[in-house]
């Protein structure tokens, strides 16, 4: 009797002390302090499993301005599991982007944003998901630097910009978010010579004083903009640099390559003349810029011809009528050949170059002129060989065929139906012309 009843009471006991069942006793959230934790069953309510309490470490981190900001998201579990974070709320003002399996994040605040933010996270385990966790952002403010910003379709660097005041405009706009366009300060080199340069809001360019420059070209120009606390941009553009500009009689002289100096040693010094009978000097200085960077600057072979030219233009300050025609261009008068070949005066071409170029030898002369003529080279009249051309939108391609002419001696191609006579005399003259039909006897032969 007494050891039935003793085994009555232990299974009792047994079954007063169970797993719990359909209980949800256990399933309300636990907290951490400085953290945000939950449980969840494994299954539906009232199913048999085991629960799961979530710890999400806080965050807050600031950041500066414009700059992003690595870090590290923390959560763990009871029991441990594997955790996959998700981002449930983007900040106002940035981006997060997150690796969903260890937690690892980058913020990019907005462009030039400065303030507080703030993003929310959550991880999900065991098919639960946790609460949302807060990570608060302060974005510092830093000083921009003003930017330089030239316009998309500049052209700047095919235009010969000539000012009698020797300063030219480059188109370009100026910002700072952070300061004053007034109280920026600004610099500029050239070809390794600092020019005085000023930014004209209203006009959105800056003014730069080319007076200083001795040497001219085709340079690379760096402008840099500063504000009061040396934060600092700088940005490129290309152009031609005349230098040497000055007004004699009714002529404008300036360089447009190299230098005017009796002392230069490079091997050409090329003259160019506008004669023209309209106001028709931006169409003249397109068609030089065209035909020179054509040859010495935008070609395949430019290397070749670096510091090899001196380049000299010469042009009617004003244009009134046939007055301005500094060389008297007719066609036809010099040519019992031609009605429409180019010709000129050769005594006003001769006063030119010894007037306003005593200083240095002239090896080559070109003329541009607006007459509806065909492009010649002459050697006549004791100048130096003088090719003139029609300014048009073929200018570049005849320019370089007849400096072909008139600087490397080179010949045209004739046939015996051809309206004009090249002489023995002159087709041997030339090293690259020849009259002799033995190619083991020319001048110039390989084998």
Not at 273 to 285: M, P
Not at 336 to 341: E, G, M, R, T
Request: proline share 3%; charged share 20%; aromatic share 12%.
């Amino acid at each position: 009797m007494n050891a039935s009843k003793a085994l009555v009471l232990v299974c009792f006991f047994c079954i007063s002390c169970g797993g719990g069942g359909g209980s949800d006793s256990g399933n309300s959230p636990t907290v951490t302090p400085g953290s945000t934790g939950s449980t969840g069953s494994t299954g539906s309510t009232g199913s048999t499993g085991s629960s799961i309490v979530f710890t999400l470490e806080s965050l807050s981190f600031s950041v500066n301005e414009d700059q992003t900001y690595n870090g590290q998201l923390s959560a763990s579990s009871n029991p441990a599991t594997s955790l996959i974070f998700e981002i449930t709320y983007q900040p106002n003002n940035g981006v997060v982007s997150i690796n969903n399996s260890t937690g690892a994040f980058s913020f990019t605040p907005s462009n030039n944003f400065v303030g507080n933010d703030q993003f929310s996270f959550r991880v999900y385990g065991q098919s639960t998901y946790s609460s949302e966790q807060e990570v608060t952002i302060t974005v510092a403010p830093v000083n921009d630097a003003p930017e330089i910003i030239f316009p998309a379709d500049l052209s700047i660097d095919q235009e010969l910009l000539v000012n009698d005041d020797n300063k030219i405009l480059v188109p370009a706009v100026v910002t700072d978010i952070d300061n004053e366009i007034q109280d920026l300060t600004y610099s500029l080199q050239t070809n390794e010579i600092d020019l005085p340069v000023t930014y004209l809001f209203e006009s959105s360019s800056f003014e730069v004083d080319i007076s200083a420059l001795e040497e001219a070209g085709h340079f690379i120009s760096s402008v840099t903009a500063c504000d009061l606390e040396q934060a600092c941009s700088t940005a490129s553009f290309s152009t031609f640099f005349v230098s040497n500009l000055r007004i004699e009689d009714n002529y404008r002289i300036y360089n447009l390559l190299g230098t005017y100096s009796a002392l230069s040693n490079r091997g050409t010094n090329l003259l160019i003349i506008a004669d023209s009978f309209e106001d028709d000097l931006s169409n003249f200085r397109k068609v030089v810029s065209e035909s020179i960077r054509n040859i010495l600057i935008d070609s395949e072979v430019s290397d070749f011809f670096k510091d090899h030219f001196n380049i000299f233009v010469v042009e009617p300050v004003t244009f009134v009528g046939t007055e301005t025609s500094l060389l008297d261009m007719n066609l036809g008068e010099c040519s019992d050949w031609s009605d429409d070949i180019f010709c000129w005066d050769e005594t006003k071409l001769k006063n030119i170059k010894d007037s306003l170029f005593s200083e240095v030898y002239i090896d080559s002369i070109a003329i541009f002129s607006t007459l509806d003529g065909r492009g010649v080279t002459s050697y006549d009249y004791g100048l130096p060989p003088t090719a003139a051309q029609r300014m048009d939108a073929y200018a570049y391609q005849t320019f370089m065929h007849e400096f072909g002419h008139s600087h490397a001696l080179l010949g045209d191609e004739y046939i015996s139906s051809d309206d004009r006579d090249f002489s023995d005399y002159e087709a041997n003259y030339s090293a690259n012309n020849t009259t002799n039909s033995d190619v083991y006897s020319l001048k110039w032969n390989h084998w």
